[in-house]
């Protein structure tokens, strides 16, 4: 299983960044996925999580109604369309897959509800 995570980069707060996480040799479409990122000096938190058929995207409150978690089953890809970004978005994004899908709502925030993590982006947010 890859899941090769893209898109990062240095914007300036109030920017947008669309970020993608290209998934292989798992089934996609029938995976829930999610974004999680790890501030510096800080433990790896919950961003968002999408279910296998795209409905129901889940937010952490820091990022609701700035952020928006889409998916392409086709292209096997995920998206985290990023908005109204701040500096303390600053982070490494790591995307994760929950394959088959088994987690229950409650350990949607953590790490060991995921079986398959990618690389990570890093979006740096200056102010």
């Known amino acids: 299983v890859q899941l090769q995570a893209s898109g990062g980069g240095l914007v300036q707060a109030g920017d947008s960044l669309r970020i993608s996480c290209a998934a292989s040799?798992?089934?996609?479409?029938?995976?829930?996925m999610a974004w999680f990122r790890q501030r510096p000096g800080k433990e790896r938190e919950f961003v968002a999580r999408i279910r296998w058929s795209g409905g129901s995207p889940y937010y952490a409150n820091s990022v609701k109604g700035r952020f928006t978690l889409s998916r392409d089953n086709v292209k096997q890809t995920m998206y985290l369309q990023m908005n109204s970004l701040k500096p303390e978005d600053t982070a490494v994004y790591y995307c994760?897959?929950?394959?088959?899908?088994?987690?229950?709502?409650?350990?949607?925030?953590?790490?060991?509800?995921?079986?398959?993590w990618g690389q990570g982006t890093l979006v740096t947010v200056s102010s």
């Open positions: 040799g798992l089934t996609f479409s029938q995976s829930d």
């Open positions: 994760a897959a929950d394959t088959p899908p088994r987690t229950i709502f409650s350990n949607f925030h953590s790490p060991t509800g995921y079986d398959y």
